[in-house]
Structures are given as C-alpha cells and as structure tokens.
C-alpha cells in the first residue's frame, strides 16, 4: 500500500494510452478524466479502471485507430458514430461541440452512439462551466438495474451530471447513478476484501436482498441478481422514479441516435463471446449569458447553495452539503497527499507497467 | 359521491375562469391543463385545486389582467417574468415558445419567474409530444422537503416532466416529484378523512416519522416537519441523489431567471401575511427531427419499452409498467365513466358554482 502523487500517476497514464496508439493530445484527455475521478474521491472510475481500459485495448473491443464521425448535424445539435473508439475521447470531443453550438445559438445538445466506458460522467459538465454554461452528460451502460417489480438486469446504471458555475471556490456538480448504488462501489467493495454491501442495493432473482459483493457482481453477469433503482423495489418507496429516470437516460443515450440499448448493451454475443460494447451518451449545454448575465447566475446559484447548507440539521448531523461539496474538499487531499494504491490497485498498476513497458512509474 | 362526465366537467371549469376574468382561449387552456389532471387519474392537480385557484384570484395573490412579459430572448432561449398571471396560462405559452424554437433551431429553453401553480407538470411535454419532440417541464414550489441531513423544509417537491413520442398508442412520460411523494398526495389522504401516510414520506423536527395527513400538513406549513427527497434521509440509501435532483430543478426554475428560490417561495410576508407566490419554471423542448427521422425515433422508443415490460418480474407480480402506460388506462376508464367527485371536492365545487354564479354544473 502506497500513495502516488497526482502528476505522477496522470503522466503515468497519459504514457499508458501513447503506448496504446493513441496520439499525445488524445492520451491527454484520457488521462485527465481520469484523474478528475481519483481527485474527486470517486476510485471506481479513475486509475482502478486503467488495466481494463488496457486489457478491452488488447482484445479489439475498443478501437484507438478510429475517429469519432458526425451522423448528422444542425444549428444546434449533433448525432455522433464513435466507431468503438476510446469512450473518453468520443465524450471529450462530443461534449466540445455541444458547448461550441451553446456558443453560438444558446443550447447544443450532441448524441453519441457506438462508443465506449467514458470515465466519470461528473467530468464533462465540468467543461460546460469551466465555458462558463450549464453541461449536462448521460450515458447508458452494461444491463445491471431491474426495473419497478422485475428482477432482471435490465437498464445500465445510467448515471446523470449537471454541473453549473457558482460564486464559490467550487461549482455546483452532480454526477450519480440512478440507481441506489453502482457497479463500481461493489467492485471497490469485492477488492476491500469483500465487505459486505447494503442490503438496499441488490436483489436476486428471488426478490431476496444480496450483500456479498463478490457473489454480486458474479450474478450480475449471470443475470440472476439486479441492482435496484432509487427508491428501492416499491412504489411506496418512489422506486418506479428511479426506474423511470433511468429510462429517461437510456432514451436520451439510445433513441435519439438510433443506438444500441437495454440488452444489446451486454457486451456479450448470443453464444456469451465479448463483443463491443455499443454504449450510447447525451450531452448539453445551455450558455448561461443567454439567459442572465453569468456574474448574476453565480450569484443566485451561491445564495441558493448557502441557504441549503444554513438549515435546520437532523439530531446527530451537524452539516449539510450541496452537490460537489464533499468532492472539492475530497480534491484537496488528494491533491496534497496523492492517490491511494491499495495492494489490489498495484498489481493492476505493476501489470499495465510491464506489458507496456513504461519505464517511469517507480511502485516497487 | 358522484361522478360528472369530462365534458361537463372540463365545461365548468372553463367557465368558472371566464367568470374570474380570463379570456375564452385562455380560460380553455387551464381547463383542458386540469382536466388532463383528472384524467391521468392524478387527483391532487385537477379539479380538485379548483377552488385554490378561485380563492386565490379572489384574494389578488394570483393576477388575471396581466400578460407574462419576455424579459430576454435569444435564437434557442428566453426569460419570462409571468407578472404573477396564472401559472397555467404563463407555462403554456413558455412552453409553447420553446417549441417555436425547437422547431426553428432544433433546441429551445424558456426560463419563467413571478409565476403561479401551473398545475400538472406532465401536461407541458404533452404539448412537445404533440408537435413531435421531446419536451421537459420542471417547476419550483413552495418550501416542503429537507436537504439530505436536514429537517428544515427548504426545496419544494420540484417535479421532473419528460415526455417523448412512441410507436404505440401512447406516449413515455415521466411526470414525478423529486420528492418521494408529495403535498398533493397527502392532501387527499387528509380529504379521505385522514387514511394515514407511509412512514417513509415525512419527517419531523425531532428527526422521527410522521403519518397523520392533518398533522403534517400543519406541520408543513409551520416548518415542524418536512417531506423527505426521493432516496429517504439516509445517504446509503440514495437521499443526496433525491436531494440534488431536487437542487437541479430548484436551480433550473430560479437561476437562470433571477427568480425567487427556497424560502422566498413560502407564500408568506416576514409577518404571517399571505404574499404571491413568485413560482420559477424552466421548459425545453428538442426537436427529434433534428437528431433522426420521427419514425425511426418512436420505433427505437417503442422496442426500449417493450423490452423493459417482457423483462423477467418479481416473485407476485405479474407486469411491469413503463412511465405514462397506468395513466393511459386511467384516461380511458375516466373518459368512460367520468371523474369521481367525493363529499369534499362535491362541497368545493358547489361553493365555485354558487360564488361565480355557473349554472351549468347540476351537482345536487
């Protein structure tokens, strides 16, 4: 177990993705996305995910010799083929459009079909702000959420991000599944030595709760365990909301690009041989000065934020957090003290090393 | 108890609004706005808030010789300031221009401040529907739910509209709170002589559940209890998710307008006295044209939907429901047999009849 500083690890990966054929500014990007993930406290989606970005490289499933192509294309929207390529980079790219459409009409909204895993979601309205405009990212994923009364592994995991600039040190960003949990905690949870996972997150084929993370993501494949949507398995509960905003993202990263969805996300072909993945994400941004003057956005944005946090607290909870508060504060300490490698995270690290023969990273 | 057929009821209603001043065309919008209520079987927003609308109007905190005023307008967007007019009139003329812009631009947003209750929230993507798009509708509302860890009634139920066309008889739409259920619901429970709410729905000052309608909605209006966001109070199991897409919408409905957010919602002056309401929306409307052809779009709908219904179910249930599919079936009973008018509502719509001299209505 180690710590590896931010500019260390992201040079390491930056070399990762030149080793793999992509082109300096390219590996760039891939890099950065996901750093921000690490930097943001969000293991499951930044240096974790590298070897298998690598390993999916090795086995043809996604391309890096490809450019993304643009199906179709109007004043303010965009349908894009990303031809298999490197999720982050169809994404980066994708997400640009919309904000240079934004630019110059007010709104750009860009659907992207054929692409891949695009590193935290979070990272792309980050781009919108960073323009100064409202972003907003969605993307489909691997069937793994059951829908309102069902069991089966239906929907991905359909995360939505808004982001949106504040007159704080930090903007306000959400970035979170729609459903209760994801994929990725029970993968940090199976290499934390399986601690077990709430009983809220997963249900089996029997309409039981499953808790042990390594049984979990072994029945998600075999599809006879399904996470459950926000609110739970009951109406009661507003289970069918979380079922029914997962839908909405699965719409906007399917419908609107004439893309793969639902089961044809699986990665699997009918006789269970790897395939590509076909994942399907929505982007838009809205330029704020459209609307109000930015200065004047931030400020209302601000003030709402602190009235948030300025409430009345639950008995025992002495602070309230809006969206992207935690994180910041997260990005500090990390920034300070690097990333943590646990022993798992190494060999995955040590192994990407080797077969790439990166000289750089000193882990041993 | 009765039940009085969608025409005449529809018919009521819209002359109840011409009585208190609106213009024919006008006065057709809010009722074909409350009858579509009613018909999706959502007793809370349709005829049942009639009265609060009279009432209102009645004390001058609603405005019916005014006309929302564009206060800024670009190719894809624009801000409305509703001059506190009916909140139904002002949304549907927002929505009605976002469409414009939609249909001209492939995009369109209108951001509205100082308006009213505008009923369903759902009715607003059935216009964009209607004109082949996709439509969103969110509004802000009166302070209600608690941040994650708070107990304070801050945010309103903020709902989520969107809308999209399909290959079957009947559209996708998600029309829901952000919250897990919503005043409305609890209003009916109380009307239905206090059948008492889930205890997941509310929670009290001291951080413990509250189940008597009549309690809480007094409560909710002195600030000692508060409806919790969809995902409940705990973190594990999802309440920040509810929290935040709640913020969105609260973001949506006020920052880009300038417009009254949180506490400035409440209704009330610094000393008790009833003030107006300063209600934000936000609409968009994308034309799918823009992205691919509308056949193609509503088959790619229509094979998603199907495939989440035919998905393996949970042991005791026998179907799964995609979003607007229950509402669809309500329509047609409703249409069939007429809206149920129980002893309360029946007293509320005599009170109208009587106070805005209608004949029409025979409900005795």
Same mark, same amino acid.
């Given at each position: 177990?180690?710590? =590896?500083?931010?500019?260390?690890? /992201?040079?390491?990966?930056?070399?990762a993705f030149i080793k793999l054929g992509v082109s300096e500014?390219d590996a760039?990007?891939? @890099?950065?996305?996901?750093? !921000?993930?690490?930097?943001?406290?969000?293991?499951?989606?930044?240096?974790?995910?590298?070897? %298998?970005?690598v390993?999916?490289i090795h086995?043809?499933?996604i391309e890096t010799n490809v450019?993304?192509?643009?199906?179709?294309?109007?004043?303010? !929207?965009?349908?894009?083929?990303?031809?298999?390529g490197i999720?982050?980079i169809? @994404?980066?790219?994708?997400? /640009?459009?919309? =904000?240079?459409?934004?630019?110059?009409?007010?709104?750009?909204?860009? @659907?992207?079909?054929?692409?891949?895993?695009?590193?935290?979601?979070?990272?792309?309205?980050?781009?919108?702000?960073?323009?100064?405009?409202?972003?907003?990212?969605?993307?489909?994923?691997?069937?793994?959420?059951?829908? !309102?009364?069902?069991?089966?592994?239906?929907?991905?995991?359909?995360? =939505?991000?808004?982001?949106?600039?504040?007159?704080?040190?930090?903007?306000?960003?959400?970035?979170?599944?729609?459903?209760? !949990?994801?994929?990725?905690?029970?993968?940090?949870?199976?290499?934390?030595?399986?601690?077990?996972?709430?009983?809220?997150?997963? =249900?089996?084929?029997?309409?039981?709760?499953?808790?042990?993370?390594?049984?979990?993501?072994?029945?998600?494949?075999?599809?006879?365990?399904?996470?459950?949507?926000?609110?739970?398995?009951?109406?009661?509960?507003?289970?069918?909301?979380?079922?029914?905003?997962?839908?909405?993202?699965?719409?906007?990263?399917?419908?609107?690009?004439?893309?793969?969805?639902?089961? @044809?996300?699986?990665?699997?072909?009918?006789?269970?041989?790897?395939?590509?993945?076909?994942?399907?994400?929505?982007?838009?941004?809205?330029?704020?000065?459209?609307?109000?003057?930015?200065?004047?956005?931030?400020?209302?944005?601000?003030?709402?934020?602190?009235?948030?946090?300025?409430?009345?607290? %639950?008995?025992?909870?002495?602070?309230?957090?809006?969206?992207?508060?935690?994180?910041?504060?997260?990005?500090?300490?990390?920034?300070?003290?690097?990333?943590?490698?646990?022993?798992?995270?190494?060999?995955?690290?040590?192994?990407?090393?080797?077969?790439l023969?990166?000289?750089?990273?000193?882990?041993?």
């Amino acid at each position: 177990m180690t710590n =590896i500083q931010v500019d260390e690890l /992201q040079h390491f990966m930056k070399t990762a993705f030149i080793k793999l054929g992509v082109s300096e500014q390219d590996a760039q990007t891939c @890099a950065e996305i996901l750093i !921000t993930s690490d930097l943001r406290g969000i293991e499951s989606h930044g240096v974790g995910r590298l070897r %298998m970005y690598v390993d999916r490289i090795h086995k043809g499933l996604i391309e890096t010799n490809v450019q993304p192509q643009i199906v179709r294309e109007s004043p303010t !929207t965009a349908v894009i083929d990303g031809q298999h390529g490197i999720g982050m980079i169809i @994404a980066h790219q994708s997400m /640009q459009m919309a =904000i240079d459409k934004a630019h110059q009409y007010g709104m750009g909204a860009v @659907a992207v079909r054929n692409s891949t895993h695009f590193g935290i979601d979070g990272y792309y309205p980050l781009m919108a702000i960073s323009a100064g405009m409202i972003g907003m990212s969605f993307t489909n994923a691997r069937p793994s959420v059951a829908p !309102t009364f069902g069991v089966q592994p239906m929907l991905g995991t359909n995360p =939505i991000a808004f982001g949106a600039p504040t007159d704080e040190e930090f903007p306000f960003l959400f970035d979170a599944a729609t459903s209760i !949990t994801q994929r990725g905690k029970i993968e940090v949870l199976h290499r934390k030595n399986d601690q077990p996972a709430s009983p809220d997150w997963v =249900i089996g084929s029997d309409g039981q709760s499953l808790t042990n993370p390594g049984e979990i993501l072994q029945k998600l494949v075999s599809n006879e365990a399904a996470l459950l949507p926000l609110g739970g398995s009951k109406e009661e509960s507003g289970s069918h909301k979380g079922y029914d905003l997962s839908t909405i993202v699965e719409i906007l990263s399917s419908a609107l690009q004439s893309g793969a969805y639902l089961s @044809a996300l699986s990665g699997l072909t009918a006789d269970g041989k790897e395939t590509r993945f076909k994942v399907g994400h929505f982007f838009m941004a809205m330029n704020i000065e459209n609307f109000v003057p930015l200065d004047e956005f931030k400020h209302n944005m601000g003030g709402l934020l602190r009235e948030l946090r300025a409430s009345r607290k %639950m008995p025992g909870k002495d602070r309230i957090y809006t969206a992207g508060e935690k994180e910041y504060y997260i990005e500090k300490d990390v920034r300070k003290n690097g990333v943590y490698i646990n022993d798992n995270l190494k060999k995955d690290l040590l192994h990407v090393k080797d077969i790439l023969n990166i000289a750089e990273l000193s882990l041993e």
